[in-house]
């Protein structure tokens, strides 16, 4: 069944932010900018949000991950950053780790946007809401985080029913093609009976005591 306690990756979003050149403004005598991409990472719900340099902070979090470091996130999360960065640079929508809040026919748009404005863009970061995150929502919160766990639980156990509909559906096939083989056989045995045996036919003077 569904863990409900899972923890969820942090909500980070990719922005290109002016940034200060110190170095080509002493040079130059003005105040000179160059273009920076900067990760805001925040947690699901949490009000605290943290900027780094995109490349840096990516930097960082594979090689915690690689060196097994205590607070390192896990690989999938760190591949699904580098994703969505990359996707992010052309210009692409990321995949959602989950399934999103605007496809969830309990949600109306407002609520559905309030999620996402909070850093919980899909249905798996609202069933994980914490204390602090259901207040910041607002009313409804609770029951709409265990309505979720619900929609999860359900969606989970479809797939279930689904993955075994078609195991039993080739287990079926399988059992067909044997039986198939089996009815087979004595056709194929009875034509083998009716060839001509090679060899030499016997001798016609040859008498048999």
């Given at each position: 069944?569904?863990?409900?306690?899972?923890?969820?990756?942090?909500?980070?979003?990719?922005?290109?932010?002016?940034?200060?050149?110190?170095?080509?403004?002493?040079?130059?005598?003005?105040?000179?900018?160059?273009?920076?991409?900067?990760?805001?990472?925040?947690?699901?719900?949490?009000?605290?949000?943290?900027?780094?340099?995109?490349?840096?902070?990516?930097?960082?979090?594979?090689?915690?991950?690689?060196?097994?470091?205590?607070?390192?996130?896990?690989?999938?999360?760190?591949?699904?950053?580098?994703?969505?960065?990359?996707?992010?640079?052309?210009?692409?929508?990321?995949?959602?780790?989950?399934?999103?809040?605007?496809?969830?026919?309990?949600?109306?748009?407002?609520?559905?946007?309030?999620?996402?404005?909070?850093?919980?863009?899909t249905i798996e970061d609202v069933s994980a809401m914490t204390e602090e995150a259901m207040q910041r929502f607002g009313m409804g919160a609770r029951i709409l985080r265990d309505k979720s766990r619900e929609w999860l639980q359900g969606k989970e156990i479809a797939a279930t029913v689904m993955q075994e509909n078609n195991q039993l559906k080739m287990q079926l096939a399988e059992m067909a093609e044997r039986l198939a083989k089996l009815e087979a056989a004595p056709a194929v045995l009875a034509a083998d009976e009716d060839k001509p045996r090679r060899g030499r036919p016997p001798r016609a003077d040859v008498v048999t005591q």
């Open positions: 069944m569904l863990s409900l306690a899972a923890a969820r990756p942090p909500f980070v979003e990719f922005k290109t932010v002016a940034k200060d050149d110190r170095k080509a403004s002493e040079e130059r005598g003005i105040r000179v900018t160059r273009d920076v991409d900067f990760a805001f990472i925040m947690q699901p719900g949490g009000k605290d949000c943290v900027e780094k340099e995109a490349a840096d902070w990516l930097a960082s979090i594979k090689n915690k991950c690689l060196s097994g470091s205590p607070d390192a996130y896990p690989q999938e999360w760190v591949d699904a950053f580098h994703k969505k960065y990359a996707a992010w640079k052309e210009g692409q929508d990321a995949p959602l780790n989950g399934t999103s809040v605007r496809e969830w026919p309990l949600l109306s748009p407002a609520q559905a946007q309030n999620f996402i404005a909070l850093g919980m863009p």
